[in-house]
């Protein structure tokens, strides 16, 4: 099973923050998808929401280190 997660490693913050809120946009539809039962592809929404996950906890690991 290939594992199509994308590095965010090599991002600035500005593009972190443009990155979220496509992925936020992406998981709305994906949930208004489901909702109305035209969902595709079910493991995208999984997929969308580890992807917000790592950019969170990405977003914090850099808010630490410049607090420090």
């Not at 998981?27 to 950019?55: C, H, M, W, Y």
């Amino acid at each position: 099973m290939a594992k199509t997660t994308i590095d965010f490693t090599g991002s600035s913050d500005d593009q972190l923050g443009e990155q979220l809120g496509q992925l936020k946009r992406e998981q709305f539809n994906l949930r208004f998808q489901a909702a109305t039962n035209q969902l595709e592809k079910p493991s995208r929404v999984r997929e969308v929401r580890k992807d917000i996950a790592r950019i969170k906890t990405m977003q914090a690991q850099r808010t630490a280190a410049a607090a420090k």
